[in-house]
């Protein structure tokens, strides 16, 4: 049972904006700890797709932006497109867990 | 290029054990932390364990506290993840992860992951 929860999932028409939300608590996000977001298809590794809450990698499309506020952590989507459909991940760190990392519960996205 | 390549996984009754290894090329393993990440069966990621660079820290999810152990050798730029008394509950896809610094500590390079099935 992960300590972070994200929505089961989200859906949108190509072209519109979707948030994916990762609620926390005051001992992971609340605690100022790091957000990080990973996107996974079918059968393949996750991809980090965010890092440092709001950081995008090399080669990562600037319609995806991270931010954090509070015990939450949102991943939002514009100019939703096809290959966009896939699993979202967030990550984040627990100090009432012996060092842990924690990943949230994961959201579907799928494009209509 | 770099690769995270797993191996070790397989079929095993519940009680048992088994050991993975991940095999690192294309960056300095010495340099870097790395955890074990596993995803049951259409399921989500589970964080299993982390080790830093040199070896000196090492955490486990309480799922497995106690049952595993995580440990690497820089010289041979290898990963290690030894399961003792499995269950069924073990049962996932586990993959082997490096943590960025430079990225706050995420993961920026994935394996392609082992099965290990665990039944009873």
């Given at each position: 049972?992960?300590?972070l929860?994200?929505?089961?999932?989200?859906?949108?028409?190509?072209?519109?904006?979707?948030?994916?939300?990762?609620?926390?608590?005051?001992?992971?996000?609340?605690?100022?700890?790091d957000?990080h977001?990973?996107?996974?298809?079918?059968?393949?590794?996750?991809?980090?797709?965010?890092?440092?809450?709001?950081?995008?990698?090399?080669?990562?499309?600037?319609?995806?932006?991270g931010s954090?506020?509070?015990?939450?952590?949102?991943?939002?989507?514009?100019?939703?497109?096809?290959?966009?459909?896939?699993d979202?991940?967030?990550?984040?760190?627990?100090?009432?867990?012996?060092?842990?990392?924690?990943?949230?519960?994961?959201?579907?996205v799928?494009?209509? | 290029?770099?690769?995270?390549?797993?191996?070790?996984?397989?079929?095993?009754?519940?009680?048992?054990?088994?050991?993975l290894?991940?095999?690192?090329?294309g960056?300095?393993?010495?340099?870097?932390?790395?955890?074990?990440?596993r995803?049951?069966?259409?399921?989500g990621?589970?964080?299993?364990?982390?080790?830093?660079?040199?070896?000196?820290?090492?955490?486990?999810?309480?799922?497995?506290?106690?049952?595993?152990?995580?440990?690497?050798?820089?010289?041979k730029?290898?990963?290690?993840?030894?399961?003792?008394?499995?269950?069924?509950?073990?049962?996932?896809?586990?993959?082997?992860?490096?943590?960025?610094?430079?990225?706050?500590?995420?993961?920026?390079?994935?394996?392609?992951?082992?099965?290990?099935?665990?039944?009873?």
């Amino acid at each position: 049972q992960s300590v972070l929860t994200q929505p089961p999932s989200v859906s949108g028409a190509p072209g519109q904006r979707v948030t994916i939300s990762c609620t926390g608590s005051s001992s992971n996000i609340g605690a100022g700890f790091d957000v990080h977001w990973y996107q996974q298809f079918p059968g393949t590794a996750p991809k980090l797709l965010i890092y440092g809450n709001n950081n995008r990698p090399s080669g990562v499309p600037d319609r995806f932006s991270g931010s954090k506020s509070a015990t939450s952590a949102y991943l939002a989507i514009t100019g939703l497109q096809a290959e966009d459909e896939a699993d979202y991940y967030c990550q984040s760190y627990d100090n009432s867990l012996s060092g842990s990392r924690v990943f949230g519960t994961g959201t579907k996205v799928t494009v209509l | 290029e770099v690769r995270l390549v797993e191996s070790g996984g397989g079929l095993v009754e519940a009680g048992g054990s088994l050991r993975l290894s991940c095999s690192a090329s294309g960056f300095t393993f010495s340099n870097y932390e790395l955890s074990w990440v596993r995803q049951a069966p259409g399921k989500g990621l589970e964080w299993v364990s982390y080790i830093s660079h040199s070896g000196d820290t090492i955490y486990y999810a309480d799922s497995v506290k106690g049952r595993f152990t995580i440990s690497r050798d820089n010289a041979k730029k290898s990963l290690y993840l030894q399961m003792n008394n499995l269950r069924a509950e073990d049962t996932a896809l586990y993959y082997c992860a490096r943590e960025e610094q430079l990225k706050w500590l995420a993961v920026d390079y994935w394996g392609q992951g082992t099965l290990v099935t665990v039944f009873s």
